[in-house]
């Protein structure tokens, strides 16, 4: 585990706390994200809103705090007929607010007495090429025959050039949802290299995560196994982070717990509410019943099962960060008060 990975987990006290769903709390909030750059429209026309929801999730307890960039593309900018260097400020500005927010969230619980919260730390989003195409594939991993691993290098190298020269603490290639893009989307002189490779390549020196979707609790969405995008994540030591994200609550312990046989590397997970989203129609479906566990509660099962980074993805807001920071640091923060209590 990269180094200010290991200390936030040690510091969070065994299991740090990602925050939850981005857009879904943007929405909530008033903005319009119906768009084809989704929660990124919010870069052109709304970042303070993009800047308070950072704020909510830290003011809930997330030690982790994810950008504004999972569908901001430089390709979908140009679209909106942007110029590229407007493209590139954009995405900057993503990791920009973000950081904005935690430092003045930081300084100003520095002025409390007994400060119960970590200096959290900023990943910058990268979605999938299926999350720029926006018809659905993000969540079948179904590029179609005619998407080639050259035409999905292109889209991802400048992104990622841009966004880590921007200053984040990690990386966070977030719902990957086929092998292909995990491994074999990057070639180059004919030659497969593997995302990992491409952060190689790049000399990114920004450690990342890479985390993949599944709907099925056993497979990435494409049916491909994760043991071996697993063998191929293990091999890098750009990658600190691998785990699970925005797939349903109810498979996240068996998926944990075969990680842990395919991976030496700290696990994060931050599933969605169960709900599901169906791509093509553009709405959520009501979540299957997952028996009367809450989303904190399970979460305690997620950390003992072997989870380092937890936390929610779309649907799940504040109030599910609240219930998962206290269910995981609970303990401490108990302590935390008896010790002020005592002092007084
Ligand atoms: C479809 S997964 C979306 C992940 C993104 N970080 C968000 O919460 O909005
Ligand atoms: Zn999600």
Known sequence: ??????????????????????????????????????????????????????????????????????????????????????????????????????????????????????????????????????????????????????????????RLQVLASAGPDLIAFEAIPNKMEAQASFRSNGRVQALVELLEEEDIQVPSWICFSSVDGKHLCSGESFGDCLQILNASEKVAIVGVNCTPPQFIEGIIREFKKQTGKAIAVYPNSGEVWDGRAKRWLPAECFGRKSFDVMARRWQEAGASLIGGCCRTTPSTIRAVSKALKGRDRALISLESSESV
């Open 1 to 158: 585990m990269a180094g200010v990975v290991e200390e936030l987990v040690k510091k969070a006290g065994g299991c740090a706390v990602i925050d939850g769903g981005f857009a879904t709390q943007l929405e909530a909030l008033g903005a319009d994200i119906n768009d084809s750059l989704w929660s990124a429209a919010c870069l052109i026309t709304k970042p303070h809103l993009i800047k308070e929801v950072h704020m909510q999730y830290l003011e809930a307890g997330a030690d982790v705090i994810i950008s504004s960039s999972y569908q901001a593309t430089i390709p979908g900018f140009l679209a909106r007929g942007l110029r590229q260097e407007e493209a590139e400020g954009l995405l900057r500005t993503s990791v920009h607010l973000a950081l904005e927010a935690r430092d003045e969230f930081w300084k100003s619980t520095l002025t409390k007495p007994k400060p119960i919260y970590n200096r959290a730390l900023v990943a910058a989003s990268i979605g999938s090429y299926g999350a720029f195409l926006a018809d659905g594939s993000e969540y079948s991993g179904s590029y179609g025959d005619n998407i080639m691993a050259e035409k999905l290098k292109d889209f991802h190298r400048r």
